[in-house]
């Protein structure tokens, strides 16, 4: 069974910075891609930041300068760094996972969530 656990959430203040990090656990036959999606308060889910094979990293523009993310393939674990963080940056982050436990079984795997608020 194919599991994503977020950590590294929490509160910080305008400007701070944050890690978050992204475990993915049981077998996978592949990953296509693995991103960042949050979700704000009354809005729906956006993606924030997604590493692919071919593109590479791309970052939502309320992001860019600021966020960075990175894949580690061999642990099957993805990070986003956040700096200068903003007011608009609070909600749930969630880790996503386009992947496959067998040839032709691609499909979009979630984690939980995780709150990161920012203050002041």
């Given at each position: 069974?194919v599991?994503?656990v977020?950590?590294?959430?929490?509160?910080?203040?305008?400007?701070g910075?944050?890690?978050?990090?992204?475990?993915?656990?049981?077998?996978l036959?592949?990953?296509?891609?693995?991103?960042?999606?949050?979700?704000?308060?009354g809005?729906?889910?956006?993606?924030?930041?997604?590493?692919?094979?071919?593109v590479g990293?791309n970052?939502?523009?309320?992001?860019?300068?600021?966020?960075?993310s990175?894949r580690?393939?061999?642990?099957?674990?993805?990070y986003?760094?956040?700096?200068?963080?903003?007011n608009?940056?609070?909600?749930v982050?969630?880790?996503?996972a386009f992947?496959?436990?067998?040839?032709?079984?691609?499909q979009d795997y979630?984690?939980?969530?995780?709150?990161?608020?920012?203050?002041?």
């Amino acid at each position: 069974q194919v599991q994503l656990v977020e950590s590294g959430g929490g509160l910080v203040q305008a400007g701070g910075s944050l890690k978050l990090s992204c475990a993915v656990s049981g077998s996978l036959f592949n990953i296509g891609a693995m991103a960042w999606y949050r979700q704000v308060p009354g809005k729906q889910r956006a993606l924030v930041a997604r590493i692919q094979s071919i593109v590479g990293a791309n970052y939502a523009d309320s992001v860019e300068g600021r966020f960075t993310s990175s894949r580690d393939n061999d642990k099957n674990m993805v990070y986003l760094q956040m700096d200068n963080l903003k007011n608009e940056d609070t909600g749930v982050y969630y880790c996503n996972a386009f992947a496959a436990v067998r040839l032709g079984s691609w499909q979009d795997y979630w984690g939980q969530g995780i709150q990161v608020t920012v203050a002041s």
